[in-house]
Structure formats: structure tokens, C-alpha cells
């Protein structure tokens, strides 16, 4: 019997213990109960994981409906949250945390037995006021994944550690009629963000409570940055019609060997395996720019969070005790790939992302929605819609910068 056999056999002698002993609070029995929860993960993540919950807890059904991320999600969950009509269970995420949170639209976990393994990181990154509003159960760090064999063909034996060593190496690339790199840019893009995280490690993590606070603005300390990642285009390493791809475009001109470097996080290694399983890939920090160190854009996962209106609250409960229990986090992981973090589970990770794997588990990461005090989401939308214009030669860096502050100035 595998591991997984296993553990699931021990769930499902445990499944009444369970659900007596994790359910405090709210909503009635959870016997018979029908669960509602919106996940952007796809049916092909969460069909193993909602098989083993209902097989471990067999008088709650979990009715599932899924929006992509990031923004497609965001927009589902608000009208949804808007109209009354919120599911029981739904993630809450960096571009939404503080509209939920003060809508009060999520039911405050702190104290549940649920995070007892789950690290402070992750905790706090989805909570305020010692309030706990997510399940967060892994932490992702977005990088640079390279194909070893097309480098090699240019005499890289190892990935750059520097922005102009980058830069030199797409050059080089491109001179040999290989396409360097490739990265979508309908979202935050990860350089830039693993650019925003070094520096503001090197400035003793002051750089948002600056902005926040009316001290500095986005203009002073983006500005530099964005010209950084702005070289990609302007010394014609990659094109501007890119900025029309998606993740999923690029991942497979990556498998297909047509690419030499993306833009990745964890949840792109199990595809490439499947589709790839030839392939030699190995996945590093964002190299380091302006004298800084290399760096990962990314964050807490987001968290599962329960409606505090729902009717099911203890089911809602029972149904996140699962997913944080290694039986529940092993399935999980095991379709996504994630890097999990909770204390009682020790995943199975890829070598591929063995460069990652501490400084993620460590919390030595960044995104601006999450640092971000306050309207993260039309902030959100404002950098990337600006940001497509920069890479398109339509306006400057300091444009973009100058936006945000004006938006920020708005909100």
C-alpha cells in the first residue's frame, strides 16, 4: 500500500473523530451537508483532493466551481460576494485580501487547530490584528526556469547571477537563431516584482511603509527598476507583440524546446514533466540587479477562507482540517507540485526547484499585492495595464510609476 493509500485508510477510520473534534462553532451538524467552494485551481487540481475529503468525510458533498486566476477570479468572487451569493469555502489572494477582509466577509480562524503547522509567514500574510482570515498552506516563489541544453549550445554551463549578465546571454542567444526568453505580461510581472523584493530587503523593508506613508512615492523608488526590466524590450531581446501571450503560451514553446528561459513558479513543473519528461530544466532566483542579490517574486499561497455567513460553517471546518492535515496537503501537492510549508508534512519536491526551496520555505520573498496597504486590487490593475503600454514603446517607466501614484493619490 503507498503512502497515500495509507494515510487516506487512516483518514477514513478517523473521518467520525475528525469531524466531531475539528468542527467548533457555527452552522449546525455537517451531516448531509453540501459545501460550496470557487477555487482557481482547475477540476484537475482539485478533483483528487475533493475525492479524498468526501471519501474521509462521506455525509458532506463539496460542490466545486472554478475561475482562473488572477483577475477572472477576483472579478467571479465579488460579484458573488456582492450579489449574496458567496460559497461556503473560496480562496482569498493577494489582490483581494483587504477588500474581504474589511468587508468583513471572512470568518476569522485564529485559535482553529487547523493552523497549528501552519508557519507565521503564511499566517500573517492572510491576517491583520491578530486575526487569522486564510488557510495558507504553501508558498510559491516565482523565478527564471532555463533549458540546460540550449544554453549549453552557447557555452552556458550555469545561469546568470547578474541583470546584465542576463541581458548578455539573450544576446547571445538570440545571435545563435534561439529565442532567449519569454514571460507573459498579464500580471504583475516576476522580474520586476524579484527586482521590487531585493531592494526592498536592501532598504530594511521600508520601501511600501515609505509609499504608504506619503514619505516616498512610486516614482522614486520603481522608476530605476522598471528601466531595468524595460531593457528587455528596448535593446530588443524580446518583442513587444509578447505582451499578448499567456502563461500557458509560453510554458509550451518552454516544453517544446523553442524557448531558452521563462518565467516560472512550482505549479509549472509537473506539466513540463508530463509534456517534456526529456527535457533538462532547472529553476533560479531572478538575478540581481544594481548590485543586489538575486530574488523570487512571490508569496504566501493563497488561503482558504470561510464566509462568515454561510450556513455551513462547521462543515466549512471540517473541510479545511482536511486539506491541512498531511493527508489533505500530500494530495494537494501531489497535483500541483507546490512547495508546502506546514510543520507536519515533508513533501516530495522536483530537483528542478532544489535552488528555491529555502529561500521560499523562508519567507525571503515579495510581491507588491501583498505589501501593498491598500487598494491592492485597482493598483493591481493599473501596474499591469501601464506596465503592457511601457513594453509596447507607448510610455516611459517613470509614466508607469507616476500612474500609480496618481491612482494611489485616487483611492
Same mark, same amino acid.
Given at each position: 500500500?503507498?503512502?497515500?493509500?495509507?494515510?487516506?485508510?487512516?483518514?477514513?477510520?478517523?473521518?467520525?473523530?475528525?469531524?466531531?473534534?475539528?468542527?467548533?462553532?457555527?452552522?449546525?451538524?455537517?451531516?448531509?451537508?453540501?459545501?460550496?467552494?470557487?477555487?482557481?485551481?482547475?477540476?484537475?487540481?482539485?478533483?483528487?483532493?475533493?475525492?479524498?475529503?468526501?471519501?474521509?468525510?462521506?455525509?458532506?458533498?463539496?460542490?466545486?466551481?472554478?475561475?482562473?486566476?488572477?483577475?477572472?477570479?477576483?472579478?467571479?468572487?465579488?460579484?458573488?460576494?456582492?450579489?449574496?451569493?458567496?460559497?461556503?469555502?473560496?480562496?482569498?489572494?493577494?489582490?483581494?485580501?483587504?477588500?474581504?477582509?474589511?468587508?468583513?466577509?471572512?470568518?476569522?480562524?485564529?485559535?482553529?487547530?487547523?493552523?497549528?503547522?501552519?508557519?507565521?509567514?503564511?499566517?500573517?500574510?492572510?491576517?491583520?490584528?491578530?486575526?487569522?482570515?486564510?488557510?495558507?498552506?504553501?508558498?510559491?516563489?516565482?523565478?527564471?526556469?532555463?533549458?540546460?541544453?540550449?544554453?549549453?549550445?552557447?557555452?552556458?554551463?550555469?545561469?546568470?547571477?547578474?541583470?546584465?549578465?542576463?541581458?548578455?546571454?539573450?544576446?547571445?542567444?538570440?545571435?545563435?537563431?534561439? $529565442?532567449?526568453?519569454?514571460?507573459?505580461?498579464?500580471?504583475?510581472?516576476?522580474?520586476?516584482?524579484?527586482?521590487?523584493?531585493?531592494?526592498?530587503?536592501?532598504?530594511?523593508?521600508?520601501?511600501?511603509?515609505?509609499?504608504?506613508?506619503?514619505?516616498?512615492?512610486?516614482?522614486?523608488?520603481?522608476?530605476?527598476?522598471?528601466?531595468?526590466?524595460?531593457?528587455?524590450?528596448?535593446?530588443?531581446?524580446?518583442?513587444?507583440?509578447?505582451?499578448?501571450? $499567456?502563461?500557458?503560451?509560453?510554458?509550451?514553446?518552454?516544453?517544446?524546446?523553442?524557448?531558452?528561459?521563462?518565467?516560472?513558479?512550482?505549479?509549472?513543473?509537473?506539466?513540463?514533466?508530463?509534456?517534456?519528461?526529456?527535457?533538462?530544466?532547472?529553476?533560479?532566483?531572478?538575478?540581481?540587479?544594481?548590485?543586489?542579490?538575486?530574488?523570487?517574486?512571490?508569496?504566501?499561497?493563497?488561503?482558504?477562507?470561510?464566509?462568515?455567513?454561510?450556513?455551513?460553517?462547521?462543515?466549512?471546518?471540517?473541510?479545511?482540517?482536511?486539506?491541512?492535515?498531511?493527508?489533505?496537503?500530500?494530495?494537494?501537492?501531489?497535483?500541483?507540485?507546490?512547495?508546502?510549508?506546514?510543520?507536519?508534512?515533508?513533501?516530495?519536491?522536483?530537483?528542478?526547484?532544489?535552488?528555491?526551496?529555502?529561500?521560499?520555505?523562508?519567507?525571503?520573498?515579495?510581491?507588491?499585492?501583498?505589501?501593498?496597504?491598500?487598494?491592492?486590487?485597482?493598483?493591481?490593475?493599473?501596474?499591469?495595464?501601464?506596465?503592457?503600454?511601457?513594453?509596447?514603446?507607448?510610455?516611459?517607466?517613470?509614466?508607469?510609476?507616476?500612474?500609480?501614484?496618481?491612482?494611489?493619490?485616487?483611492?
Amino acid at each position: 500500500m503507498s503512502r497515500r493509500s495509507r494515510r487516506l485508510a487512516a483518514a477514513l477510520a478517523m473521518a467520525t473523530a475528525m469531524t466531531v473534534s475539528a468542527c467548533g462553532g457555527g452552522g449546525g451538524s455537517d451531516d448531509g451537508v453540501t459545501l460550496s467552494l470557487l477555487s482557481w485551481d482547475g477540476e484537475e487540481v482539485m478533483a483528487p483532493v475533493l475525492e479524498a475529503f468526501e471519501e474521509a468525510h462521506p455525509n458532506i458533498h463539496v460542490e466545486a466551481s472554478y475561475s482562473p486566476p488572477v483577475a477572472e477570479y477576483i472579478q467571479a468572487l465579488q460579484t458573488r460576494v456582492l450579489s449574496g451569493t458567496a460559497p461556503d469555502v473560496f480562496l482569498i489572494a493577494a489582490e483581494n485580501k483587504t477588500n474581504l477582509i474589511n468587508g468583513e466577509h471572512v470568518l476569522d480562524l485564529a485559535g482553529e487547530d487547523f493552523l497549528a503547522n501552519v508557519p507565521e509567514f503564511n499566517q500573517q500574510t492572510y491576517g491583520a490584528d491578530g486575526a487569522v482570515y486564510g488557510l495558507s498552506l504553501s508558498s510559491w516563489g516565482g523565478g527564471v526556469m532555463y533549458n540546460e541544453d540550449l544554453l549549453a549550445q552557447v557555452g552556458a554551463d550555469a545561469p546568470p547571477e547578474t541583470w546584465d549578465e542576463f541581458l548578455d546571454l539573450c544576446g547571445e542567444l538570440k545571435d545563435a537563431g534561439i $529565442t532567449p526568453y519569454l514571460e507573459a505580461v498579464d500580471g504583475m510581472p516576476t522580474v520586476l516584482a524579484a527586482f521590487l523584493g531585493a531592494y526592498d530587503a536592501s532598504i530594511d523593508h521600508t520601501m511600501d511603509d515609505q509609499i504608504f506613508g506619503g514619505e516616498a512615492t512610486f516614482e522614486e523608488h520603481w522608476t530605476p527598476l522598471l528601466e531595468q526590466y524595460q531593457r528587455l524590450y528596448d535593446e530588443g531581446l524580446v518583442t513587444s507583440d509578447t505582451v499578448g501571450l $499567456t502563461g500557458d503560451q509560453v510554458q509550451s514553446e518552454f516544453a517544446n524546446g523553442r524557448v531558452a528561459m521563462m518565467i516560472a513558479g512550482p505549479w509549472n513543473v509537473p506539466p513540463l514533466r508530463e509534456a517534456a519528461p526529456d527535457l533538462n530544466f532547472q529553476m533560479v532566483p531572478v538575478p540581481a540587479v544594481d548590485g543586489g542579490e538575486p530574488y523570487l517574486a512571490g508569496a504566501a499561497s493563497p488561503g482558504y477562507a470561510i464566509n462568515p455567513d454561510s450556513e455551513n460553517i462547521q462543515a466549512a471546518k471540517t473541510f479545511l482540517s482536511f486539506l491541512a492535515s498531511p493527508e489533505g496537503v500530500e494530495v494537494m501537492q501531489e497535483a500541483n507540485g507546490a512547495i508546502t510549508v506546514t510543520t507536519d508534512f515533508e513533501p516530495s519536491l522536483d530537483e528542478a526547484l532544489a535552488p528555491v526551496v529555502e529561500d521560499v520555505r523562508a519567507g525571503n520573498v515579495y510581491l507588491p499585492q501583498i505589501a501593498w496597504q491598500r487598494a491592492e486590487d485597482v493598483l493591481n490593475v493599473e501596474a499591469v495595464a501601464q506596465i503592457q503600454r511601457m513594453v509596447q514603446g507607448e510610455i516611459s517607466p517613470r509614466e508607469v510609476a507616476r500612474a500609480l501614484d496618481d491612482k494611489l493619490a485616487s483611492s
